[in-house]
């Protein structure tokens, strides 16, 4: 298994530009997690969706930032306009929904970096 | 989601056992404590989890008190590897978000 897949690892763009990050789930998992981590304010949790629709997206800090899941094996975070104050690493996780507590597995991550 | 307390920080000796506290007193019945890690740069690592029973696996055991209201992570023999920041969640089970908060870094020394 190759576990979750994100793309690219390091992100450099400058303010006011579109970014996508883009994250394959593992094969078979239903339910995936957008995470955002900073110094300043830690992990947290963006958005996730169970079964490719978005449950909650309360996390999401501006409509800026936009998330999708087409299918079952991916997903992409957007973010347009971007802005300085949105470097940060972002993360993606899967796991298996309705399965007795299944735990999340997180890819490597996004680096992003707005200048 | 009930909200859990960890120290900010831990020392422990190689070869020696981390015992890692966490408090999660206002847990629910029906809510489990998992423990993930996160070694510098890298995603979160799954590291086990458990509801009311004591849990073990290769990578650790699970104390759980009888009221469930604090647990502790064990790692008998701590390497230079395990450094990392340990996350105590709480979580109903079926896949509910899952928040982290500050977590204990851990730092092994030699």
């Known amino acids: 298994d190759a576990g979750v897949i994100q793309s690219p690892r390091h992100e450099v763009t400058e303010m006011g530009q579109e970014v996508t990050l883009r994250c394959k789930p593992i094969s078979g998992h239903n339910s995936l997690f957008w995470y955002r981590q900073t110094m300043m304010r830690g992990l947290e949790l963006l958005i996730y969706f169970n079964n490719n629709v978005p449950i909650d997206d309360s996390g999401m800090p501006e409509d800026r930032f936009s998330a999708k899941m087409p299918n079952a094996s991916f997903s992409t975070l957007k973010i347009q306009p971007s802005e300085p104050r949105d470097s940060a690493v972002y993360f993606c996780?899967?796991?298996?929904?309705?399965?007795?507590?299944?735990?999340?597995?997180f890819g490597n991550g996004t680096r992003l970096t707005v200048t | 989601d009930a909200k859990t307390t960890q120290p900010p920080s831990m020392d422990c000796a190689e070869g020696r056992a981390a015992n890692l506290p966490c408090n999660h007193s206002?847990?629910?019945?029906?809510?489990?404590v998992y423990w993930y890690r996160q070694i510098h740069s890298q995603g979160p690592q799954y590291i086990i989890h458990g509801l009311k029973n004591n849990e073990t696996n290769e990578m650790a055991s699970l104390i759980i008190t009888e009221d469930r209201k604090s647990s502790t992570l064990i790692l008998p023999h701590a390497t230079l590897r395990d450094t990392a920041v340990y996350y105590c969640?709480?979580?109903?089970?079926?896949?509910?978000?899952?928040?982290f908060g500050a977590g204990t870094r851990l730092t092994v020394k030699p």
């Open positions: 996780a899967s796991s298996r929904r309705g399965s007795h507590n299944s735990p999340l597995h």
């Open positions: 206002t847990i629910s019945g029906n809510e489990y």
């Open positions: 969640i709480v979580r109903v089970g079926d896949n509910n978000d899952m928040r």
